[in-house]
């Protein structure tokens, strides 16, 4: 095949994924009534995309290639930290990525998984497959600082708890342990009794209750109940879920004291994934769907209009 050939061959088959991404993102099935405002970005196979939380529409940002998107993040201002896997010589590749909202530019950062910023410190905490790293930039040297080795392939998951503190979980083997690690402190501890009712994964931080939102597999069995639950370990409420399905929150707005969640279900006809996003609010416990087929994926940052 030629290289005009291979073109073409390209143009149709991005054309293709952008039309098939299109209906993934549901842009045309939006609900009549406004949301809170700003806008959700998200990650979608080898796209970044834009959710509106006023109207629920939605929008492509950026392709970013051969890759996967595999999670969204906020860095400095007007920038994204993405993770996105390649394939490199064979070999499955995690990189992490900051992005450039205004010029849609990306720059390859490191190696690694599951970034999070973290602004009061400017220190960016991250997985390289065997140790949960902090990293940062002193005197234009990058420099690295070792907070937990684990074992290969296990799997970590990175929750912001506030601008200087995340909690860490470790899992591998049916064994999960979680972490609070401080980075003004350079010091991390392990929360035993949390660890024990709590699953990071899918999990947000509700900084007025000073509670995690989470999963917990031992109290909900099969299902997917998810409850509020403190450092300690204390329960806390279960979550009202809206809709009929399962449920996973995916951000908590502080200033309006309000949760973005997804649910997910199967459709009659075909067994076709579906995804809707809703609006719920905690002081009220009122919730309204704002998009109906709209998928969000597992992490994402959130921009408030400017």
Known sequence: MNIRCRKEV???????????LCITL?????????GPG???????GSYLG?????DGSSEIVAYVGDGTVTSVGNYRDGELLLTVRRLVNSRDVQMVVRFEIATRHYT?????????????REITVFDDGFNLQATRIVDKERRLTNIYSHDFNASVTITPVSDHVVFFQVAKNNDSRVFRYDAAAERSEPLEEFSKVCDLDGAVWVSESQQMLCHSPVLSGAGFEYRFVAPDGRLGAALQAPGDHAIQPVLYLPEKHLLVVTEA??????????YAVWIYDLASGESYRLSKNQYLGDHVAYMPLR
């Open 265 to 274: 279900w199967r459709g009659v006809l075909g067994g076709q994934q579906k």
């Open 50 to 54: 834009k959710f509106s939380l006023g």
């Open 26 to 34: 549901g842009a045309c099935d939006t609900s009549s009534r406004t």
């Open 10 to 20: 390209g143009k149709r088959f991005r054309l293709v994924a952008l039309t098939l």
């Open 38 to 44: 700003g806008f959700i970005f998200f990650g979608s």
């Open 108 to 120: 390859n950062l490191f190696v690694g998984n599951s970034a999070v910023f973290l602004r009061d």
